[in-house]
């Protein structure tokens, strides 16, 4: 079981930078590989960025490639995702999700932080 707790959503302007923090629990996080999803209003819930378990190979949606950047600290038992150059359209809920290495489904998520980017 793993529990993930979303931090550092925010009101920003376009053009602007946050940071957000996924904290989770259970000594196990290594072994999760990692994501980051967003839901804006009347939209399904989509794909932002993941990482492996050592954090070495990332992925991420067209949409914010080159703008956002996902790491993880094991140590931590933390995920980020940095995210510069924000646009009014990155304005949505942002998720943090966990799976095992041998599923495609993300089991665990977190209960989600709001960013809004003004224009």
């Known amino acids: 079981q793993v529990q993930l707790v979303e931090s550092g959503g925010g009101l920003v302007q376009a053009g602007g930078s946050l940071r957000l923090s996924c904290a989770a629990s259970?000594?196990?996080?290594?072994?999760?590989?990692m994501g980051w999803f967003r839901q804006a209003p009347e939209k399904e819930r989509v794909f932002v960025a993941s990482?492996?378990?050592?954090?070495?190979?990332?992925y991420y949606a067209d949409s914010v490639k080159g703008r956002f950047t996902i790491s993880r600290d094991n140590a931590k038992n933390t995920v980020y995702l940095q995210m510069n150059s924000l646009k009014p359209e990155d304005t949505a809920v942002y998720y943090c999700?966990?799976?095992?290495?041998?599923?495609?489904?993300?089991?665990?998520w977190g209960q989600g932080t709001q960013v809004t980017v003004s224009s």
């Open positions: 999700a966990a799976r095992r290495v041998v599923t495609s489904n993300y089991e665990y």
């Open positions: 259970g000594r196990t996080f290594s072994r999760y590989v």
């Open positions: 990482l492996t378990l050592s954090g070495d190979s990332t």
